[in-house]
């Protein structure tokens, strides 16, 4: 009989955990690896100028898939295409990604016509690097920063926690392991006495 109890994060068995604590090991310096990677991809956007613009709609593929969810529930998502022309790049063509309901592409409001090139517009940004145009955002840069360091906090936040756990779990492992072979020894010094006469 073991000297491991109850379940949960650092108690569980010798085997089990110590396969626990690489995995969540693992995972946590992938985390941080992705975390810092996004956080190099906000300070090279930090250069970037983003320049207020008017985007015009010139034509929208409209997509849906399904989510599943819990308890055998699913409901449909639908995303939006759209190819748009922006008011400082002339004739130049952009894809953006809008929001959609079952009805249709709704990115820049529901009360134009999207299958009509020019009849929707709305504000959209063209990002800079220098002289050079490198992408279109729905976002102002202010918005898109905060959101790429959300992204890159809760990244360490969910790594810091897997690194805990981990050492957590191998400590566990070592401790439960070391009582193991404690009791075994106890219980091979126990034996039958030797009889006398």
Same mark, same amino acid.
């Given at each position: ?7 949960? $994060?650092?108690?569980?068995?010798? *085997? ?38 008017? $985007?015009?709609?010139? &034509?929208?593929?409209?997509? &849906? ?5 819990? %308890?055998?529930? #699913? +409901? ?5 295409? *759209? ?8 004739? +130049? ?21 999207? &299958? ?23 976002? #102002?840069?202010?918005?898109?920063? %905060? ?22 779990? $191998? ?23 030797? #009889?006398?006469?």
């Amino acid at each position: 009989m073991g000297f491991w109890s109850g379940t949960g $994060c650092g108690r569980e068995p010798p *085997l089990i955990a110590g396969g626990l604590g690489t995995c969540c090991g693992a995972v946590a310096i992938c985390l941080l690896v992705v975390g810092n990677h996004v956080k190099d991809a906000n300070d090279k956007h930090a250069d970037y100028d983003y320049k207020l613009a008017t $985007c015009s709609v010139m &034509s929208t593929t409209l997509s &849906s898939y399904l989510d599943k969810q819990q %308890a055998g529930k #699913s +409901r449909t998502v639908y995303t939006c295409s *759209l190819i748009v022309t922006t008011s400082l790049t002339g004739d +130049r063509n952009f894809t953006l990604a809008g929001t959609a309901n079952k009805d249709g592409c709704i990115q820049f409001g529901s009360q134009c016509d999207y &299958s009509m090139p020019r009849n929707c517009r709305g504000d959209c940004w063209v990002v800079y690097d220098g002289d050079n145009i490198v992408d279109l955002s729905i976002m #102002s840069k202010a918005a898109t920063e %905060a959101l790429r360091t959300g992204i890159n906090i809760a990244f360490v936040v969910i790594a810091v926690i897997l690194f805990v756990c981990c050492c957590l779990t $191998c400590c566990g492992a070592i401790v439960s392991g070391t009582l193991q072979i404690l009791e075994e020894r106890d219980g091979g010094d126990g034996g039958a006495a030797p #009889s006398e006469g």
